[in-house]
């Protein structure tokens, strides 16, 4: 069993920024990737980032050039760096780890991009 936890999500303005943090029970070098989805009302799950067992990583083209994905080895953690924030970029967002075809999700943090 893998407890995921999300923390660092809220209220920002548009072309704010905000960082997402997200804490694994496990070693992260246990997982094939790790990553972060994120589902607006009314819109089915996304994905956001990704960075596999290699340090590879791949973005949705909606956030290319404003959000980072990170990982902390000694700490178990994956992180979002999320800058130029968009009142689209508003949604619940998932940590996800990955070992095969399976998937494990955290319960998910909010953020809200309004003025």
């Known amino acids: 069993q893998v407890l995921l936890v999300e923390s660092g999500g809220g209220l920002v303005q548009p072309g704010g920024s905000l960082r997402l943090s997200c804490a694994s029970s496990r070693n992260i070098f246990d997982f094939n990737a790790m990553g972060w989805y994120r589902q607006a009302p009314g819109k089915q799950r996304e994905l956001v980032a990704t960075?596999?067992?290699?340090?590879?990583?791949d973005y949705a083209d909606s956030v290319k050039d404003r959000f980072t994905i990170s990982r902390d080895n000694t700490e178990n953690t994956v992180a979002l760096q999320m800058n130029m924030l968009k009142p689209e970029d508003t949604a619940i967002y998932y940590c996800?780890?990955?070992?095969?075809?399976?998937?494990?999700w955290g319960p998910g943090t909010q953020v809200t991009v309004s003025s």
């Open positions: 996800n780890a990955r070992i095969l075809r399976n998937n494990m």
């Open positions: 960075i596999n067992v290699g340090g590879v990583t």
